[in-house]
């Protein structure tokens, strides 16, 4: 029953949700500060060719290799974030113009691309890649052995780090101060939590999920560099963000649910249902939209989750 | 203030964005000399060839690199090529053609189908430039030379090779659009693993594009999870084969030997070369006896094809009768005496395509676009 199309769905769901829920656990964090980052693209992309070099150059072994790789990864990322922060906390710039312009540099005619050719990396073969581990042995058991107990170290990461971003949000003190910065900032330096800084903090952590996301195309799925190889998941994480209500759990089941529509094509082509292949390729973007529509218009009428500072420059004694 | 720090972090952005463009512009190999203009008759032949993606694909892209480099050693001093990667399907692609034309080129090889339009153009537009164009069969210009190839023969083989090491009936195929030059492979493979297995049958997935690891990987597992014996690969990345390597699949590679992917599963790949193709095509264009050919057909008795070394999964699961079977077809398609499209041939609906006693033609070959019974996945499509 392992192989039944159900089962094969929910684990290639889980597979190419994984990025997805990572990165958007970043900017999940990112954005309860208040900071809109629409660079998860580019530094996605920025994380996945770095740990990528990382993994090919080192000459570590190969569980060391992949962790360096995931640590160059997550730097990678958290550099990135650090100047849309600069951009978006000291100068106040508007996030959306500095959040793109981030996309634009990392993106797949920007930094990435020009660090892959530095490295030679386009078509070289990965030496090291994360592997599936059977945990406990119990990988066989029927339906819950493949969606539980079969996956590679990252995916297990997520899901811890969906209950470590949780229990920090709402058990927390930091995590309440951090809501307040998101809601009402000016409230919040009243109350002389230092909101630069926590909007720096969870910015540059947003950055560093979004690397390891990143590297969890170059490291997980094929050990291989690609110009442009997270194809648009970067925009999709922002989307998931909104669609969870900006809330872990529900960011866990949106990125499974995007992790089944990417993974439906194949597998229903691979049990003889004939549809145009460029259907299959399109349905996660068309959700994506979907999504958004009515995302977007549950929160018109009412304003579910959205920190209310979101996107708003802060300035001390500015009206 | 506002408005002063959005100038300058865009500012910033840009300075920071430029050399990444700049770095993009030369994507990929040696930069052909610019601003001579064309070559004079003591002066290397100059040929430029393009690719889509990066160079070394370990596939397709390495199978004419490595053609390129051994065209240019076998031809001596009389020829001199470049190599221009990661061109893309898109109307970039004039550009580069012009560029390459500019910097002094006597003819563009385009080693991708998605290029074809912008070569027609171009050689529409340069009557004495030679262009060359894969994966193409509509003579457009005099001056364009369609470079088609009978891929199906060694797909025909692969297949034999497939279902002698599958324990299913049946098998997988990974590829990305359904061209002709792919549906023969598809047909090919097909008809080869019916040779062996009378019922075999084979579930194709298209991942709907050239290269992409991800995709193709996904493919392969969605195959192999809905029950495939064995997988072949005719996208290039080493996805494929590691996917199939990783559950103990049997699998096949293409264009180059792909054994180092997934060595414990591994059963062959379809390789081939086009030195012998080229170096034929470019001394009669260096001597001035080419005249012109509108569309080249390229098969076994050509020498660009064959069959790698089998792999460990192959010796374990073959026969002797199958391994005979498949020396006897490879000896048919060498000698030109065998052909795989030979009738009876029977599409998926049922439809005799081709009747008893008869053949394809090279016409019929490279504008195929139905698919031979026992196929499922590719509609026959428009």
Known sequence: MNDGLLITMLVSGIAYGTPLLLAGLGELLAERSGVLNLGVEGMMLVGAVCAFWASNRTGLPGALALAFAVLVGTLAGALMASLHAFAAVTLRVNQIVSGLALTILGGAVGLSSYLGQLGGLAGQTGKHQFRDLDLLGLGDLPAVGPLLFDHNLLVYASWALTLAVGWYLYRTRPGLNLRAVGEDPRAADAMGVP????????????GAFAGVAGAFYSLVVVPTWTDGMTAGAGWIAITLVIFSFWRPGWLLVGAYV????????????????????????AIPYVMTVVALVVASSVLAHRRIGAPAALGEPYERGAK | MRARSIAAVTAAVVALIAPGCGGDADAGGEKAGAGDTKSSASDPYKVA??????????????????ARVKLEKELGGKLKTTAKAEVPEAPQAAQVINSLIQSGNDAIVSTTFGHSKYMIEAAKQHPDVQFIQADTSVPEAPNLTGIDYAEEENWYLAGMAAAASS???KLGLVAAFPIPPIMRAINGFTLGAQA?????????????????????????????????????????????????????????????????YAPSSYITSSVVDWTPALVKLFNSAIDGSYEGDPHVYLDYTD???????????????????????????????????????????TDVDGKVRVPEGEDLTVEQLSGMDWAVAGVSGVDSQD
Do not use: C
Not at chain 1, 261 to 281: D, T
Not at chain 2, 220 to 246: C, E, F, V, Y
């Open chain 2, 303 to 345: 020498g660009i094809f064959s069959l790698a070394p089998f792999g460990d999964m192959f010796d374990a699961r073959a026969s002797d009768g199958d391994t005979a079977k498949i020396d006897e077809s490879t000896k048919g398609f060498k000698s030109g005496e065998r052909s795989v499209f030979a009738g009876p041939v």
């Open chain 2, 196 to 260: 062996i297995n009378p019922d075999a049958s084979t579930q194709v997935v298209l991942t709907n594009s050239w290269f992409d690891p991800g995709k193709d990987q996904q493919a392969t597992q969605s195959l192999i999870s809905s029950g495939a014996g064995a997988i072949g690969a005719l996208n290039s990345d080493p996805a494929i084969g590691r996917a199939a390597g990783n559950k103990d699949v049997p699998w096949i590679g293409v264009w180059v030997d792909q054994r180092e």
């Open chain 1, 195 to 206: 909101v630069a800084r926590y909007r720096y903090v969870h910015t540059i952590l947003g």
């Open chain 2, 49 to 66: 060839f393009m690719y889509v993606g990066p160079l070394h694909d370990g596939g397709w892209n390495d199978a004419w690199d490595t």
């Open chain 1, 258 to 281: 995007f992790g089944v529509a990417m993974s439906v094509g194949s597998n229903l082509q691979a049990r003889g249902v004939e549809l145009a292949p460029e259907l299959f390729s």
């Open chain 2, 167 to 169: 324990k299913a009936d």
